[in-house]
């Protein structure tokens, strides 16, 4: 485990629950199969296809809201498809985390002029990480996922430190 | 391809229909009937000696005091096209022909939605692509937002009302409301498609009951956001409807505020993995209007593209193919070969998906040499792996018996029901539009058009490996017999076509990809009609589905070759 090279062989380690779980998190962000459109392509077929590999990044897809930690907003929401995004949202278990990925997703991208499209996901669900593009490269999705890492670790550490000021 | 005009006038008038008949250039016969008469003249078409035996297309255009429903019908034993146009007066109720025309089912129900009008006769006259309180909005007096309205996007933070009438009961659940909030407005239909009645069925000699099972939007194996509404004997598919809409963000509608330049931008998100095509369509129409000659350079680089954008298309069908009838490790081998093919797309034009590099005129720039070594590179690879990859689905046992003799659209079903491309080919006809109605260079280009008899999945399959192969075979002779010159025509920055209509079809991997442009002579397009392949296949895929397993449905919608971002536009 990668963790013996910082700690020797048969040492014993001594960690908060929620810093370790914090970790897993970190390390197994499983996002949901669920593409809308373009994006889905790149972000989600190409990203996890045999050259940019998402695996390797503990990033590995779920068919089921209920198994996953992130949501992949993926191309553009409509208003028939919003009930969709929020249900699926509300489906997923906490912690969890949403990547709008593309213009589309951040604000509408070339269809917001359309009256039926919904002008960025977040009007519908709360937003981690906004990756522009249309449609964002696979590294840019993969860049997007390395961000919501950090993101969750200055989390934890903010919590932390917020606890040991006693606030 | 053009039918004579007397003769299909003397067709109509037997059938005591008052039509006038007119040869409009780009767009050939234009039979103009009145709105009662819209269904005869139709039916007689289709009755007559003339055999008009195949709907392109069915939309309308708004043309300000009415709203023209114009029918395009190919007769294929004569190989002759017609158009037929009937005014509507705002709100009437249009007639319904898929009796005559099954192919009508879906676009009809899009037409009457989004223009506003009824539906007669029609076995499901509901809403397609929008929600209920959607305005129509095809109609010129329905704008789309304006930049003010887009710029305010932070300052107004939910659209309050439109919510609550979406979401209904989830919402009021989240704020508290709770108990008695009214159900969502998101309910499982009770009507289903014509002829099927929900009964109860006896099993064991006990009554069980059917089961609705509502597959998507959200469901790993439906290739996007199609959503089936199945209704269940055990495992036996009774009845099922297709419910599409929820990727429809008006890609018609925005190209009217569109300059003709930039159509390609929306067409390449419309059909998103074969993006050169649509474009390409686009570019047609627009230089059909314009009257601009293309240089020979330009129609070989478009015509290489086109068949790099169609392997690279036929991959992302093929690879998903086999996770939808259970083989997993084939994705990884199509990607391999789509990743090489994206790179070289990236070479010529700059971006993976969304080229925007076929414009009215030419192409945006020339090819590089880096990108011709690229090319000769995959094709050297291509040639085995395409075997390979061939073998690994199409060779495998399992495969074989899933698919044979499954899903079988016949010949008239075919016809019947619109289909193009490789789905038409596997059921025994032979149309392309690339050979029969020759655009860019395909008429200097030797190439085989794949045809299949059986019209199963398997047959649908070894039509497109075969088309992958004839493809390669076609890049190969673009590179060798690539002629000097320009890769553009001299064209204006902004173009303003003289006003009037045309159609152009290519041969997208999906099918006859067509688009119907109406210009009234400004810098953007009064009408701008998609002609959406995939939709067509739904509807034949849809048929299908009553008498299928459930795994057999999802590997028959697999092998029909959807793209949703197509269906919906």
């Known amino acids: 485990m990668a963790l013996d090279r910082f700690t020797g062989e048969n040492s014993t380690l001594f960690i908060r629950s929620e810093q370790l779980f914090d ?32 695996d390797r990044m503990g990033v590995f897809f779920r068919a089921s809201p209920r198994q996953a930690d992130v949501m992949i907003v993926a191309g553009t929401v409509n208003w028939k498809m919003a009930d969709t995004v929020k249900r699926l949202y509300d489906e997923m278990p906490e912690p969890k985390w949403v990547v709008a990925m593309g213009a589309c997703a951040c604000m509408g991208g070339p269809f917001r002029e359309y009256p039926n499209v919904v002008m960025g996901v977040d009007k519908i669900v709360p937003v981690d990480v906004y990756i522009p593009g249309c449609p964002p490269r696979p590294e840019s999705v993969q860049f997007g996922f390395i961000t919501l890492m950090d993101k969750i670790k200055a989390q934890t550490e903010e919590r932390l430190a917020a606890r040991r000021d006693g606030r | 391809m053009q039918p004579d005009a007397t003769v299909v006038k003397s067709a109509l008038s037997r059938c005591d229909i008052d039509v006038s008949v007119q040869d409009v250039e780009n767009l050939g016969l234009v039979c103009r009937v009145s709105a009662e008469d819209s269904r005869a003249a ?66 009809e129900r899009e037409l009457a939605e989004l223009f506003g009008l009824g539906l007669n006769g029609h076995p499901n006259p509901r809403r397609l692509l929008t929600t209920d309180g959607c305005d129509p909005y095809l109609l010129k007096s329905n704008p789309v937002r304006t930049a003010e309205e887009v710029r305010e996007r932070d300052g107004q933070l939910v659209d309050r009302e439109h919510l609550a009438r979406t979401f209904g009961s989830l919402n009021a659940a989240r704020d508290g409301e709770g108990q008695q909030a009214k159900p969502s407005a998101y309910r499982a239909p009770a009507i289903m498609p014509a002829g099927v009645r929900r009964i109860p069925t006896a099993v064991d000699a006990r009554q069980a009951e059917h089961l609705m099972l509502n597959m998507g939007p959200q469901h790993p194996s439906t290739h996007g956001v199609l959503r089936l509404l199945l209704e269940l004997d055990g495992e036996t598919v009774v009845a099922g409807e297709a419910v599409i809409g929820y990727l429809h963000r008006g890609i018609e509608k925005l190209a009217e505020s569109r300059r003709y330049g930039a159509l390609g931008t929306l067409m390449d998100r419309g059909d998103y993995v074969a993006g050169i095509h649509g474009e390409l369509a686009a570019a047609l129409a627009t230089e059909k209007l314009l009257g601009v000659e293309v240089p020979r350079r330009a129609n070989y680089l478009r015509v290489l593209l086109g068949e790099l954008n169609r392997i690279a298309s036929h991959t992302v069908w093929y690879g998903p193919m086999g996770l939808d009838s259970g083989a997993m490790g084939l994705f990884l081998y199509v990607f391999r070969d789509r990743e090489a093919l994206l790179d070289i797309l990236e070479e010529i034009t700059g971006a993976r998906m969304m080229f925007n590099y076929i414009r009215p005129g030419g192409v945006l720039r020339d090819i590089t040499p880096t990108a011709d070594a690229k090319i000769r590179a995959f094709l050297d690879a291509f040639s085995v792996y395409v075997e390979e990859n061939a073998e690994i689905l199409m060779g495998n046992e399992i ?91 001299k064209v204006a920055k902004v173009l303003r076509p003289p ?71």
């Open chain 2, 399 to 489: 495969f074989q018996a899933r698919t044979q003799g499954v899903g079988v659209l016949s010949r008239d079903a075919a016809v019947a029901f619109g289909l193009s491309g490789a789905n038409l080919r596997a059921s025994g006809l032979n149309f392309d539009v690339r050979r029969d109605r020759p655009y860019a260079a395909y008429s200097e280009l030797d190439f085989d058009v794949p045809v299949a008899e059986q019209g199963d999945i398997y047959a649908r399959c070894a039509v497109r490996i075969e088309e992958m192969r004839q493809s390669a075979r076609i890049i190969r002779q673009c590179l060798d017999g690539m002629p000097d010159g320009e890769f553009t025509a």
């Open chain 2, 42 to 107: 139709v039916g007689s078409l289709h009755d007559s000696d003339l055999a008009f035996d195949f709907l392109i297309d069915v939309f309308g255009i708004d043309t300000g005091g009415a709203v023209d429903v114009v029918y395009r019908l190919r007769s294929l034993s004569r190989d002759e096209e017609v158009t037929v146009k009937a005014a509507y007066p705002y709100g009437a109720a249009l007639e319904s022909v898929w009796d005559l025309f099954p192919a009508a089912l879906l676009p």
């Open chain 1, 23 to 54: 970790v897993a998190r970190r390390k197994s962000l499983w996002y949901m199969a669920f593409g809308i459109a373009c994006c889905a392509i790149e972000g989600l077929m190409h990203a996890s296809g045999p050259k940019y590999d998402f």
């Open chain 2, 499 to 569: 006003a009037g209509e045309a159609y152009a079809a290519v041969e997208s991997p999906r099918g006859e990809l067509g688009v119907h442009l109406v210009s009234d002579g400004s810098d953007a397009p009064y009408r701008f009609r998609y002609r959406p392949p995939a939709l067509f296949a739904l509807g034949a895929g849809e048929s299908l589905l009553p008498g299928t397993l459930i795994a057999d449905a999802v590997v028959t919608m697999g092998s029909m070759d959807l793209i949703l971002g197509e269906v919906d536009r």
